[in-house]
């Protein structure tokens, strides 16, 4: 598991649909890497958000812009290290 993966695994892991091998790999990335913890903090509390003012699941094309979002936020912090 590498940041980049972690990033792409991050809705399915938050929504709770990855499957357990695929989660215990990305969490113990977790514990070792601040920035995809901070990530996933920030979008795990998003998430919350959207949840708390719509009693529906987040919609798929605001995860498909938050997703977008994030992978752009990846890239340039990774142009940056
Ligand atoms: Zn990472």
């Given at each position: 598991m590498n940041c980049k993966k972690v990033i792409h695994e991050l809705t399915a892991y938050l929504d709770g649909v990855l499957d357990s091998e695929m989660r215990a790999d990305l969490e113990l990335h977790l514990s070792r890497c601040t920035d995809c913890r901070v990530v996933v903090d920030t979008t795990r509390k998003t998430i919350q958000i959207f949840c708390n003012s719509e009693?529906?699941?987040?919609?798929e094309d605001v995860r498909q812009r938050l997703h977008t979002a994030l992978m752009d936020r990846f890239r340039r912090n990774a142009k940056t290290i």
């Open positions: 009693p529906v699941p987040l919609p």
